[in-house]
T-cell receptor, first 112, second 113 residues
Framework: AQSVSQHNHHVILSEAASLELGCNYS??????LFWYVQYPGQHLQLLLK??????LVKGIKGFEAEFIKSKFSFNLRKPSVQWSDTAEYFC??????????FGAGTRLTVKP | DTGVSQDPRHKITKRGQNVTFRCDPI?????LYWYRQTLGQGPEFLTY????????KSRLLSDRFSAERPKGSFSTLEIQRTEQGDSAMYLC???????????FGEGSWLTVV
């Protein structure tokens, strides 16, 4: 069964710093990849997704992620974070079935 | 608001009691999912409906758990004889037919004391 690993449990950055959150998955077949964000007190929201095509996908709020098939990775990036990016970020994998697997999440704290 | 809605948002119950959560999906979505999320973990898949048919169930869904979607619209998740280990957030999500992107509700927090 597919699984998802997020390497960082808690990341603390200052405003304007660059962000990269790691995500690796284990599944040998075709996958759909997602990043969800959960702001404090709010529900999970889709940040971006990859199904096929250009491996560099752009999402909302200046986020992007790169799918590297050879590394089974789908890292999330943002060149300059803002205080409002403070949230929990979840990577998720769907292998074409209806069982979407989530990583344990990375809590991002951005200091103003 | 046309998003996924869940009720109640918070429930505190004594061990051994039964609880029921309701989910109203986005109206055009025929797929409905239940997930469970505990502190420090990502959401874990519990079960999935397409219209009124329950098509998949995770092994996490013990026999104390039952989910229904009788008319293919709203769904209920009932937990019988609650245990402290059931304390978690129960998330509902929905998606379009054939869609791979799912949209989550705000969740229902359960605390079993």
């Amino acid at each position: 069964a597919q699984s998802v690993s997020q390497h960082n449990h808690h990341v603390i950055l200052s405003e304007a710093a660059s962000l990269e959150l790691g995500c690796n998955y284990s599944y040998g077949g075709t996958v759909n990849l997602f990043w969800y964000v959960q702001y404090p007190g709010q529900h999970l929201q889709l940040l971006l997704k990859y199904f096929s095509g250009d491996p560099l996908v752009k999402g909302i709020k200046g986020f992007e992620a790169e799918f590297i098939k050879s590394k089974f990775s789908f890292n999330l990036r943002k060149p300059s974070v803002q205080w409002s990016d403070t949230a929990e970020y979840f990577c998720a994998v769907n292998a074409g079935n209806n069982d979407m697997r989530f990583g344990a999440g990375t809590r991002l704290t951005v200091k103003p | 608001d046309t998003g996924v809605s869940q009720d109640p948002r918070h429930k505190i119950t004594k061990r051994g009691q039964n609880v029921t959560f309701r989910c109203d999906p986005i109206s055009e979505h025929n797929r409905l999912y239940w997930y469970r999320q505990t502190l420090g973990q990502g959401p874990e898949f519990l079960t999935y409906f397409q219209n009124e048919a329950q098509l998949e169930k995770s092994r996490l869904l013990s026999d104390r758990f039952s989910a229904e979607r009788p008319k293919g619209s709203f769904s209920t998740l009932e937990i019988q004889r609650t245990e402290q280990g059931d304390s978690a957030m129960y998330l509902c999500a929905s998606s379009f037919p054939g869609g791979n992107t799912i949209y989550f509700g705000e969740g229902s927090w359960l605390t079993v004391v």
